[in-house]
């Protein structure tokens, strides 16, 4: 199993918007690539509007 920043959610199931890890976009697509480079594939992606507080 592939170890990243990334958060895991199982099918189906969802995760508290404070469970979800805080990436820079560079820091982001280096784990995407990572994972991709070691054979998996990144099947989710989500985003909030930038309007959104986090904190």
């Not at 820079?24 to 995407?32: E, K, P, V």
């Amino acid at each position: 199993m592939m170890t990243t920043g990334f958060a895991p959610i199982p099918n189906g199931q969802a995760i508290a918007l404070s469970a979800v890890p805080r990436l820079s976009f560079d820091g982001f697509a280096a784990q995407a690539l990572d994972i991709i480079d070691g054979g998996g594939k990144v099947v989710q992606f989500f985003a909030i509007r930038k309007t959104t507080r986090l904190a």
